[in-house]
């Protein structure tokens, strides 16, 4: 009966059969639940209107597999910026740095002075003698003492010209400088076939020397010359690491904790004792100190006499000294060594 109903369509319902009013309360309960639960309600639901299917969230698009030498492209130019934009050459980094001092020679004072003394007494002598003896001789002079005074007064002359070039042509100090710091005096030297620009780009960095005059009480002197126009005999990392070889060779080898322990205990000690002995031996602490004094005097004056620890150095074409027994040299010499010409037989061939 149910499959008959649904075959003529949602409009026809179950029709109930009319019975008569005096049939029983069980049969009319039985109609009205046939009723509720007929198959008409069923129809008239599957009748509705379906609800549209909800929409399926579109599937996203495949990603693209990254492409290895689109990603390290940037790296690469980053790199190869970087790599570019970084110092080459040992110049190039001093450059960086601005100004800075490689070379920082000692005192001279007592040098100096007994240049000066000495030459002082030898052109006072000359002077004297030959006005004495050449130009106005004394009556009863042998006729050859004027000659041989001669000879004694050529001798005297020329020590005073050694003492008097002795005190001159000392570097001072070497640094080394940007070539924009000094762009004005490059140009200014420029030659005329070397224009004010390339002489700028020619070195990142130049080399200002500063040397001591000949005369006393005067300014000194400042050269400008490029890295190559600096020649040493030598490398002076050889002088300059060479009075501190045990330092050296402690500082090159692994230290153990109780080696530094050890030495930092000696160097104690050693203060201690040195303080204890200044202590008990006061009085004669004065005479200790001038000792130090002299001692320093008399080998400024001695040095004046047989040039001892100066090197020839070539700056341009002229040959300066370079004191090699003391003074600071940046890196114990390792900077001058890189920067500057080492060439040693530069200075015997002259």
Known sequence: MASFSRGFGPRLFLLVRQQAPCECAAAQA???????????????????????????????????????????????????????????TY????????????????????????CFSSATFCVSYTVYQYWTVILHPPEGLMWWIPHA??????????????????????????????AAAVAKQIAAKATAGTTAATATTASPVYVEVTTRRMAP???????????????????????????????????????SLAESVRAERAARDA?????????DHIMTAPFRDAGKAFGGAWRGIK??????GFAKIQLGKQEYKLDVTGGWALEDGRAMDRLLLVRPNAMGAR
């Not at 020679?105 to 002075?113: D, G, I, T």
């Not at 005074?149 to 080394?176: C, D, K, N, P, T």
């Not at 490029?226 to 050889?238: A, D, G, K, S, W």
């Open 217 to 255: 009480f005067m300014p000194p002197k400042k050269h400008l010359l490029l890295p190559e126009e600096v020649q040493l005999p030598f490398r002076m990392y050889t002088l300059f690491a060479g009075g501190k070889g045990q330092e050296v060779l402690s500082a090159q080898r692994a230290v």
């Open 303 to 308: 040095r004046s006499f047989n040039r001892e």
């Open 91 to 114: 110049a190039e980094q001093l450059a960086l740095k601005g100004r800075t001092l490689l070379y920082e020679s000692p005192s001279h004072f007592w040098f100096r002075a007994g």
């Open 30 to 88: 039985r109609q009205l639940i046939r009723a509720r639960f007929s198959t008409a309600r069923v129809l008239q639901k599957a009748a509705r209107a379906p609800r549209p299917a909800p929409k399926a969230p579109p599937k996203p698009a495949p990603k693209a597999a990254p492409n290895p030498a689109a990603k390290a492209s940037p790296i690469l130019g980053a790199a190869t910026t970087q790599a570019a934009a970084r110092p080459a």
């Open 271 to 279: 203060k201690i004792a040195a303080r204890k002995y200044t202590m």
């Open 149 to 178: 005074f001669g000879a004694i007064l050529v001798f005297m002359a020329g020590m005073g010209a050694y003492f008097v070039m002795g005190a001159g042509r000392i570097v001072r100090s070497i640094e080394a400088v940007p």
